[in-house]
């Protein structure tokens, strides 16, 4: 039985590694964190801290590991990049990765391609237009962003501050602020083309910068989609991208959209689940097969289910009693992250669960997601 390692412990990551197991590979994991998901329920786990890429490769040539799959965060994949390994496939290099990730790389790049992104905005600060947004280039989970709606400029150098204090480059842009809807677009390309994608409605209910409740889109405009299409496999193209995942956030009106930001790792609190239970396709499957050397399979047909992802969290610090609901509601699947008495911190630093929710038609999960995001389903007591 061939040996792989799937680099992030965190429960996120679980249905990758269920995934590997059902292809009939031996799985290994790892992780620093030994109360993780993965550290504590797989027999193969190791202890250690895969940022540190030499651990890793140590860890690595002493197991002989035929494949390397990242897991669900940034690191887990930039750390598989750095590692070398004969039989690695579907990871970019680190330079392509960085310019995936980075967030100024990102918009200089797709400048040179023509890309629809946020008009950039010169540091010196001494001419921009408003409403604009800072942020670090290197940022993730909404942190150290600012929106300012109107001039403001001792404002402005406290947001440049704020963002370069949650930068481990210190480093930071300045964009335009585009109003509209939130979009994820998850796509598997083969030969840099897409093979597959979903549209996934996204919006927050607590933070502002973190997203906490999304759906899959069913009636996303098909002429942007097919411009969206066109746009990523144009990125294929010009950073040579291995088969696999490419994750994009974008955010869009009624005529136009932008590009925010990408990733190729999986992304994170259960995403990989939204797809599954909404479509019935396997997307962790589809998500492993670039890893493992396996074309990616494409179902014949997806089958519509009306599932709300929602993380639980809270915008102020307290403790946990339980959760009481105002309305009955049909919950397909839960993950508990907090147990009763825990500390809460806001969000995202603390957790209760991520739960699906299930409709049984368009208006009533129109309706039930708007309720999710007034606050107005259920309440985390004290």
């Known amino acids: 039985m061939q040996k792989v390692l799937l680099v992030d412990t965190n429960f996120s990551s679980l249905p990758i590694y269920k995934s590997l ?5 031996e799985v290994h994991v790892v992780g620093a964190n030994a109360n993780d998901c993965l550290a504590k329920t797989s027999p193969n786990y190791h202890e250690l801290d895969y940022s540190n890429v030499e651990k890793l490769q140590h860890l690595v040539d002493k197991n002989n590991f035929e494949y390397l799959i990242p897991g669900c965060t940034d690191k887990s994949y930039e750390s598989c990049a750095a590692v070398r390994l004969d039989s690695k496939v579907g990871i970019d290099s680190t330079r392509v990765n960085e310019h995936i990730n980075r967030k100024d790389l990102f918009r200089n790049m797709a400048q040179e391609l023509s890309l629809p992104i946020p008009k950039l905005h010169a540091q010196d600060g001494k001419s921009h237009d408003w409403p604009l947004v800072v942020k670090p280039v290197d940022g993730f989970s909404g942190h150290g962003i600012t ?6 400029k001792p404002a402005l150098a406290k947001a440049i501050a704020f963002a370069k204090e949650n930068s481990k480059t210190k480093e930071y842009l300045i964009e335009d602020f585009v109003d509209g809807q939130l979009f994820s677009h998850s796509a598997f390309i083969e030969k840099k083309k897409v093979k597959i994608d979903f549209v996934v409605r996204e919006d927050r209910s607590v933070n502002p910068f973190v997203v906490d409740t999304s759906a899959v889109s069913v009636d996303f405009s098909q002429s942007m989609l097919v411009s969206i299409r066109e746009n990523i496999e144009k990125i294929a193209q010009h950073l040579n991208l291995q088969d696999g995942l490419i994750h994009t956030q ?3 009106n009624e005529q136009n959209y932008w590009l925010i930001e990408m990733t190729r790792r999986c992304p994170g609190d259960l995403y990989s689940q939204l797809v599954t239970l909404s479509t019935q396709v396997q997307y962790t499957d589809l998500y492993a097969a670039s ?35 105002n309305s009955p509601v049909k919950i397909v699947r839960m993950t508990p992250l907090s147990l009763t008495g825990d500390h809460l911190k806001p969000s995202p630093y603390s957790r209760v669960g991520i739960v699906f929710f299930q409709a049984q038609n368009q208006d009533e999960c129109n309706a039930l997601y708007e309720k999710i995001l007034k606050r107005g389903l259920y309440d985390i007591n004290v």
């Open 250 to 252: 974008f955010i869009a």
């Open 291 to 325: 890893f493992v050397g396996r074309a990616i399979e494409i179902p014949q047909e997806c089958l519509a289910q009306w599932v709300i992802r929602h993380t639980m969290t809270v915008g102020v610090a307290q403790s946990f009693a339980d959760i009481s609901f």
């Open 147 to 152: 929106v300012l709606k109107q001039e403001d």
């Open 21 to 25: 197991q059902k292809m009939g590979y």
